[in-house]
DNA sequence: TATTGTTATACTCTATAACTATA
DNA sequence: TATAGTTATAGAGTATAACAATA
């Protein structure tokens, strides 16, 4: 694998602010630019992972929705992922060009997606990568559990309603 | 306040995922995917907190780092917050257009930022709406204590080099 | 040679509105 | 009347490349 930054195992990990400049950090303390700052290093770094598969985050999640729900419809998909109906539309396309999904008209106006051999195939890459982009970041929970780590956030993410 | 998801006080919260669909989710448990979700919920929050100010985040959060370094750079905001500086011009030009902020050329080359007295008042108010927006989300950390917590997120945001 | 500010531009993501057809 | 899929499009947000002036 790949070491970018010289930071693979147990070195200290650069916890001091050089890295980044010496200015005043009014919003350091905040949850939601800590929370803001964090996700996007995340997804960068599985989406350089995910370069492998030619897929991006949101096209692997998709992926993964559907061969956890066969049968389901884009719409479904759509809500539990926060995606809007007509952005949907180019996401299942990409996947279905690609013969990783397939779209069968059940009931006229809609169509149960199912995953292709290719697809379950592709899934299991792609929880393979998830698992290797994650480990490194589970490092940084030290004493938290992940999984209350995880409950936190996603009870943080229901206490708002979705904007949909 | 307006109170849009019935949600305020004690009552159960909706912790369960009926809100969202009756699918199997297959990315609920990942750290990343949680991040994201988490992330665009406090954002949109904060986001609809600041159109009283007319700001957006990104614009608050600039402001809030001329105000706490007087004297400072673009390029210094930049490398702090992780923004190109392509993209310094137009927000640190709208700051200025309203009278916020103040560019001195000190260098030559760079210039000197500070806030104006109103950039002064409007910091204070940008506080005000920050805390507001994250007491709510304060009160999901059940347990966890939140300088803790946004630790662990520092770290992890810390643990990859920015790329810039 | 490296850095600052700047312009122009492209690309991705997301949001809205409207339309068709189905339930 | 509400929903599913679709199209077109607009708006953010972010990215690169190039340039001039300066250190």
Redesign the pocket.
């Given at each position: 694998m790949l070491n970018v930054s010289g930071n693979e195992d147990n070195a200290p990990p650069m916890n001091d602010a050089s890295k980044f400049s010496s200015l005043v950090d009014p919003v350091a303390g905040r949850l939601g630019y800590a929370l803001r700052r964090a996700s996007?290093v995340m997804m960068?770094d599985l989406?350089s992972e995910l370069t492998e598969l030619a897929l991006?985050?949101?096209e692997a999640t998709v992926l993964l929705v559907v061969n956890a729900n066969p049968g389901c419809?884009?719409?479904?998909i759509?809500?539990l992922l926060?995606?809007?109906?007509?952005?949907?539309?180019?996401l299942?396309?990409a996947l279905a060009s690609r013969d990783l999904v397939t779209?069968a008209p059940v009931?006229?106006?809609?169509?149960?997606?199912e995953v292709t051999p290719a697809g379950m195939e592709m899934s299991s890459a792609v929880h393979g990568k998830m698992d290797e982009s994650e480990r490194h970041f589970l490092d940084c929970l030290s004493g938290v559990e992940p999984a209350e780590f995880i409950d936190i956030l996603l009870r943080l993410m229901r206490s708002r309603a979705p904007?949909d």
């Open positions: 996007l960068a989406s991006s985050p949101v419809t884009q719409a479904d759509g809500r926060g995606i809007k109906r007509a952005n949907m539309v180019p299942i396309a779209k009931d006229g106006r809609s169509h149960a997606l904007r």
